[in-house]
């Protein structure tokens, strides 16, 4: 999906007046405003790994997911790779990355 949109629907329901949530799938959330922090601080984590690895001269996907996801169990790296392919698009829509075919690197 579209992270850029995923962060601002995050910041949208941080702003809504809500005690519980009821989610899709998962127990229920009694402290929205903490879990909302959650994911928003996580996703803005994952985003300063990419922006350290594209700053050490790593701008392709699989070697970042080795390095980020060193910790997680390898048949989900192709799942772990669209989560950074999703953060690199967002980072080149601010303009903070420039794609050159499959590599990426930072802007100056």
């Not at 962060?7 to 799938?25: F, N, Q, T």
């Not at 999703?86 to 075919?101: F, N």
């Amino acid at each position: 999906g579209n992270l850029a949109d995923y962060m601002a629907s995050l910041h949208k329901v941080r702003d809504l007046p809500l005690e519980v949530i009821y989610p899709g799938h998962g127990p229920i959330i009694g402290d929205p405003l903490a879990k909302v922090d959650e994911y928003i601080e996580h996703r803005l984590m994952r985003e300063g790994q990419i922006l350290q690895l594209l700053g050490e001269g790593i701008g392709e996907v699989d070697p970042m997911v080795q390095r980020i996801y060193f910790d997680v169990d390898k048949r989900l790296w192709p799942v772990a790779g669209l989560t950074v392919v999703g953060h690199l698009i967002k980072l080149q829509q601010e303009g903070r990355i420039i794609a050159e075919g499959s590599r990426w690197r930072l802007a100056e």
